[in-house]
Structures are given as structure tokens and as C-alpha cells.
């Protein structure tokens, strides 16, 4: 069998997998920028709103940070994957981008 994967055919953001006779490309973890195989711990480097965490790259909760990301009035932080968004708070409405009571 011939290493295909040694010649480094796939994408920026996929790893090679040799099998026999060909080789297939894989997607990286979400959590990735570059990788060399499966998984959050295999990232070259962690993409924005991950960080490296027992080699591994895990999500950042920006809503857990000491400084407030939502600083609109009676708005709340939801922590996404590798990011987060402001919401308003129970019992309120987004009108024009403020948060007025219902």
C-alpha cells in the first residue's frame, strides 16, 4: 500500500485517512483550524472561541467571563458552540435591536 496521505492531498481544514489502496479526506473537528486526524485534541491549532484545555480545544463560555459580552439592558448571554448570542431576557421583546418589556 502506498501512503497517499504522505503527499498531503487534502484541504486546509480536512485530515487524510490512508486506507488500502486509495486514501479518503475527513472534515475536522468543528473545535479545529488544521488538524492531523479525528477529534478536538487532534487540532493543529483551536479555532476562535475555543481554547487549548487538556490538549484538547474546548469551548470558551464567553457568558462565564468576567466581562459582560451583552451589555444591553435586560438581556441575557446564551453560550454557543465556539461563540455565544445575546437574548433578551424572560418577559421582554427585541424591538430595533432594543429589549422592551411584553
Not at 479545529?32 to 472561541?49: F, N, P, Q, R
Not at 475555543?50 to 470558551?60: A, H, R
Not at 435586560?74 to 435591536?97: A, L, P, R, W
Amino acid at each position: 500500500d502506498l501512503d497517499e496521505c504522505a503527499a498531503s492531498p487534502c484541504k486546509d481544514h480536512q485530515y487524510c485517512l490512508n486506507t488500502d489502496g486509495s486514501f479518503s479526506c475527513k472534515a475536522c473537528d468543528a473545535s479545529c483550524v488544521g488538524c492531523t486526524g479525528e477529534g478536538s485534541d487532534k487540532c493543529k491549532t483551536c479555532a476562535s472561541g475555543y481554547m487549548k484545555e487538556d490538549e484538547k480545544c474546548t469551548d470558551i463560555d464567553e457568558c462565564s467571563l468576567p466581562e459582560k459580552v451583552c451589555v444591553k439592558e435586560n438581556q441575557d448571554c446564551v453560550n454557543t458552540s465556539g461563540s455565544y448570542k445575546c437574548v433578551c431576557s424572560e418577559g421582554f421583546e427585541d424591538k430595533d435591536g432594543t429589549c422592551i418589556q411584553t
